[in-house]
């Protein structure tokens, strides 16, 4: 126990500096990857992957120091420390702990392999060649199961990836949550698809116009631009390298608006819950989500539980009359919402509907724990996605580009992430439960231009406690169940095909 | 001397990757510095500031590395060692030599004081009020005071500030140039700025014409895309994160196209120079220029050598009337070269003639090292730059905003640095002169259209051998005559006086 008791200790002292230098070095890689995917001309690949891996060894350097550890040891003694000292202490001392069970060299091997990997998806997405994505991502595969061994966290090398973005999550608990999931939605989709899909007719959907709406968006449900950027990137993401500084992309079709719209509704859930972060423990691990699920209960909580309602579209209707003077005509909230509700299995996850999404997450779930497994080559992975494809939801992609080659999470050595949105769906239609009762129906408040009220909920249940507690109790405390199916699921049924009974 | 010679020794290795690692922290500072002008929302400022300040100390903590040190004393006994890694010793151990007498407090001090001070700056600025940006710079003021006494080169601190950016350079070596300068500019400010100046007429210049204008100038020179941005920013800048992505803004006026032209002509010049750097050494201090005097050659060639010839906006003339058909009419190239040299003392150095150029030059000079000598305080700057803008070229700035706080520099603790222009102007004309005897003329090369071969010139006499030499050497071998006033001097009145005579 330190000489001097609580935050006067010289121990915290060293240890409040150590977790500030540790935020800071992770939000300056957070920005040079931003920067890749946004601005970075194709040139610049080789010498960023070097950039990065640098980075990635220098905050492992950091983090493992082992004055670090000996003061977080000393520190635990410490009856004076207040709550959230002793939370971060817990987070900190966690990362680290994991962290020194992976060499430095394994470290930096893996982040310029993962940044090589995702210049090689983007090349060979582009020109539809799976054989020229293989070579880096076998690499990123067996270099993310070393580190699983060296991890050694759960019953299995999948447990410890898993581990890293939801924590205490398990396969074991997932599979039957997963199962539940898939056995009730499979006739959900076929009730929800068995009518002919409402579609918007053929016009030309500015992409100007569509930033504007972005922007516009943004401003309506709260985000501050003051403190931060919206921009354009192949796959939508956001980031943040600092307080004050939120950022994040949308990707634009010219036929069709509607993708735009959800990719912004849920980038923004994501924007506003790191906007929301409580700033007395700003460079602190408290500074974060518990987890990617919390994260993306967010995220899926505007796309989905408002996104995807009436009441939202007709929020959205002068803004869409004013900036798309040419393609508006003949259009109404009533058919941008069925437009924007169709229920029918299709290629890309990511502009899949909400009914059929969840099942994509299952593919990759099953493929991403064979290949960690060592049950599936990457040769065998296209035809693996697509006879899966085949078997949930009944489609083949027609190229690898629209399947297995789709999203980057793979490429950027993600795996253990794909769970972590069927969580986030759950979570987010339990919060929109709660959030019915207090503000007397969600969809109600979005009619009466209620949005900020929305926002102001979220920022109390959810977004103002950081990281200091765990998801689940979290979650719990926001919206009284524990985690299950039943809200999202009851979600489904009553917006897709509760009129049919 | 170590027991495996030349670059196989472990030695050897360690260097490298000190070097590599050294060179990508400092590339990760330049892309957040560069996001930070062009990009960052406001609120980001103080975030930023952390994350810049942690950057830089861990840059100086790798730097001053124990072991490299003795590394390298140990590899400057191997004679088996090459040229290059000779030179890489040389420059690596210099900045180590002086980084160790800097303690790295110090260090996260003056990054964190100078992104305050820009930010402050930047706000001072838009308000005309210098009262908000005198407290940030006296703060920047005092650290570049303590961090000159602590490195101690030279006869007096302004020397080890001088040194960081010009090699060699000393407060006594510049005083008789530019006393010279002085000398002969008064008679030919005074003759070139006698008749009445050529004016377009007032027109719009819209600014996606002016972006397109500055991508086809690029192109035209041979700047390649592939491996390039090109923004804006309230001040011009270049910059390289690493190998494969060099940077450069400029800034719009619309009722002027030449400001904007002027701007890219000059970063381009930089911009090239940086994509020229010789592969084979990336990632090594000889990826870069021996001192900011050379850079500046480049970006003061073509900027003036090339930008303000006849010949070059003739070769502009049809892009410019293709992008600019309202504009344009009535407006021929011998008008946009006339305009592009009005010789007028005028308040902002950074849009003055290069004729008036140096004087502001001499200025700021005068001022800085009165600043670090202790003679001038910072709340007696305005007064001393209004009083100086009318002593030196006769007129008194109307706000601080076009005066004393028209340039970054000073914020961003870059004291010492104004008198590498005057060098890189002195460079410029004598990398002209030999130029004009490889290629049968400049201006005749221009004419032709033959831009491209002035770039080859340019990469084969200076790009090509990074720092490997000292920029006098570099400078003698590829101009022949040592560094003198004549070649600009003789420049400026064959182009803006010779015609009266």
């Not at 002292?13 to 070095?25: C, I």
């Not at 709550?83 to 966690?94: E, F, N, Q, T, V």
């Not at 392999?113 to 582009?126: D, L, M, T």
Request: proline share 6%.
């Amino acid at each position: 126990m330190p000489g001097v008791p609580g935050r006067t200790s010289p121990e915290w002292h060293l240890v409040d500096e150590w977790m500030g230098t540790l935020a800071d070095l992770g939000g300056a890689a957070g920005l040079l990857g931003w920067d890749r995917e946004t601005l970075m001309p194709p040139q610049g690949a080789e010498g960023r992957a070097r950039v990065l891996g640098t980075l990635a060894a220098m905050r492992h350097r950091e983090l493992v120091r082992e004055d670090a550890g000996e003061a977080i040891a000393a520190l635990r003694e410490d009856g004076h420390l207040d709550d959230d000292a002793r939370a971060m202490l817990r987070l900190a001392g966690r990362e680290r702990d994991r962290a020194l069970r992976v060499p430095e060299a394994l470290v930096r091997e893996l982040s310029e392999a993962c940044s090589r990997c995702v210049s090689a998806w983007a090349e060979a997405r582009a020109a539809d060649d799976f054989g020229a994505y293989a070579g880096p991502l076998r690499t990123v595969v067996a270099l993310k199961r070393r580190e699983a061994e060296a991890i050694g966290v759960g019953d299995e090398p999948y447990d410890a990836l898993l581990d890293e973005f939801e924590p205490d999550a398990r396969v074991a608990d997932l599979e039957p949550i997963f199962a539940e999931l898939r056995e009730r939605l499979t006739p959900l989709v076929q009730e929800a698809s068995a009518h002919e899909p409402a579609h918007l007719p053929p016009r030309e959907w500015a992409e100007d116009g569509q930033m504007a709406l972005a922007h516009e968006i943004g401003h309506l449900v709260g985000f501050d631009e003051s403190a931060g950027v919206i921009a354009r990137s192949a796959h939508p993401f956001t980031g943040s390298p600092h307080r004050g500084d939120v950022r994040f992309t949308t990707r634009l079709a010219t036929d069709n608006p509607i993708g735009n719209i959800s990719a912004v509704m849920h980038e923004l859930g994501h924007a506003l819950y790191e906007q929301g972060f409580p700033g007395e423990v700003v460079r602190t691990p408290l500074y974060d989500a518990p987890s990617l699920g919390a994260h993306e209960s967010q995220s899926r909580f505007w796309e989905n539980q408002i996104g995807r309602t009436q009441a939202f579209w007709e929020v959205l209707e002068p803004a869409m009359r004013r900036l798309f003077p040419r393609a508006m005509p003949g259009i109404d909230p009533s058919l941008l919402h069925r437009a924007a509700r169709v229920v029918r299995p299709s290629l890309i996850r990511v502009e899949a509907d909400e009914v059929t999404y969840n099942l994509h997450i299952v593919l990759r779930f099953e493929l991403e724990l064979a290949l960690i497994r060592g049950d599936l080559d990457v040769d065998e992975l296209p035809g693996a996605f697509s006879d899966g494809m085949e078997r949930l939801l009944g489609i083949r992609p027609p190229t690898d580009a629209d399947g297995v080659m789709q999203d980057i999470h793979w490429a950027d050595g993600l795996v253990g992430y794909f769970p972590t949105y069927t969580l986030g769906n759950l979570y987010a239609a339990q919060l929109a439960e709660a959030a019915d009762l207090e503000l007397g129906g969600v969809e109600h408040a979005v009619a009466e231009g209620r949005l900020l009220e929305i926002l102001a909920f979220m920022r109390e249940r959810v977004h103002r406690h950081g990281a200091r507690m765990p998801t689940r109790e979290l979650m719990r405390r926001a919206t009284g169940p524990e985690l299950s199916a039943d809200a999202l699921v009851a979600h489904l049924e009553r917006a897709y095909v509760a009129h049919h009974h």
